[in-house]
């Protein structure tokens, strides 16, 4: 009962977390007229792509945070349990890549140029959180066991 009650959350939580940024988003659609109007045809199949392959990745991360850190990927409501399995053997932070194609597929279903140009902003947002905050606040709380995990799989770019 309480792994269902922590999956709900991480429901309700991403879906929020979704359309906070996805309001974003869609709210910088009404410069692209500035930045010369839409985008070619042929990117709505690279953004239904982009969406699907962020949608299942962050999917993945956050049932690894539901089942084996018996936590959610909000900063408030985190996993008590180190995780380090799924997609999370391969970089630090896939939730936020997951979040970035989702941001770009977007962008590029709607053929929105500001909607793209937003993603490295936002890329850049994201890398400010997780160096700052997110990085040392782990360090803290799960110590030696991040350090290790920390030496052995990169931030962003898997091996």
């Not at 997110?134 to 350090?147: D, S, T, V």
Request: aromatic fraction near 14%.
């Amino acid at each position: 009962m309480k792994m269902a009650f922590v999956a709900l959350k991480s429901v309700v939580l991403g879906g929020a977390f979704l359309w906070l940024w996805s309001w974003v988003a869609l709210s910088l659609a009404r410069f692209d007229g500035r930045l010369g109007g839409p985008l070619a045809d042929w990117t709505r199949f690279a953004g239904f792509t982009a969406l699907a392959a962020g949608g299942a990745l962050a999917a993945w991360c956050a049932g690894a945070f539901v089942v084996k850190g018996h936590g959610t990927p909000a900063p408030f409501d985190s996993p008590t349990r180190f995780v380090a399995v799924g997609p999370y053997r391969h970089v630090r932070n896939p939730m936020c890549i997951g979040g970035a194609c989702l941001l770009l597929g977007l962008g590029l279903s709607q053929r929105s140029p500001s909607m793209v140009l937003f993603v490295p902003a936002w890329w850049l947002l994201a890398h400010a959180l997780v160096v700052f905050h997110e990085e040392p606040a782990l360090r803290r709380r799960f110590g030696p066991e991040y350090e290790i995990y920390v030496r052995r799989t990169p931030r962003w770019i898997p091996r």
